[in-house]
């Protein structure tokens, strides 16, 4: 409450009554309280931002043998996430939906009809959705470099569900690559698999497992689903 009170005063000058006005300001305090709230959280998401593009700047220099060539790798990954970013935009970063989000990786890259995509609505919370958009456009440029899709037969299926219920739920999400070239044994792991790797290493996220099949490309991943509240971003350090 907001209050204001004067004095009644008689001729000779005693006081004997008073005038108050109480004006009830509880949406302003609400607004008040919002605006720092939004503020504190735009901040959180900028350094995050900000930590992300480090480690993906730092580390795809420090893995690419030319200049342009990490140019161009470090330019598609940034635009990935930068389409995540418009994605969780349009829906004031209350989450984004899964099959959108796989559609938006995919199609800057490849034909949507060399994918097969199957699975119920899952929304994902902000922090899951740019973990997946940067998974997503890591296993598509490989698979366009090395696998199903580097020749003009090649399939890549995309499949999930949910398991469990509320604070429990988990999406399981499976990707396979199929009429690709023969997978032979991988003897150095570049940026794209160390980051499929370890985004989701958190036990409180989640786990991915790559499998290196003859047939192609395997990628299982296994995410835990919180509330946006309560889940925190995971990304790869940039000085490991």
Known sequence: MLSSARPIRSPSGNIIGAVQISLDITDRKRGEEHRKLLVNELNHRVKNTLAVVRSIASQTIRNATTLPEAGRTLSNRLISLAKAHD??????????????????????????????????????????????ALALHELTTNAIKYGALSNAKGKVS?????????????????????????????????????????????????????????????????VNLFEPNEAEAHFPSSET
């Open 87 to 132: 994605i969780l935009t349009q829906q004031n970063w209350s989450g984004a939906d899964l099959n959108d989000l796989i559609t938006a990786s995919i199609k800057p890259h490849a034909s949507i009809e060399r994918f097969q995509i199957s699975g119920g609505k899952v929304w994902l919370p902000p922090n899951v959705a740019l973990s997946f």
């Open 158 to 222: 995309i499949s999930w569900k949910l398991v469990g219920q509320k604070q429990q739920r988990r999406l399981e999400l499976e990707w396979r690559e199929t009429g690709g070239p023969t997978v032979g044994p991988i003897e150095r792991k570049g940026f794209g698999t160390q980051l499929l790797e370890r985004i989701f290493a958190s036990d409180s996220a989640g786990r991915i497992v790559l499998t290196f099949e003859r047939s192609g490309l395997a990628c299982d991943f296994r």
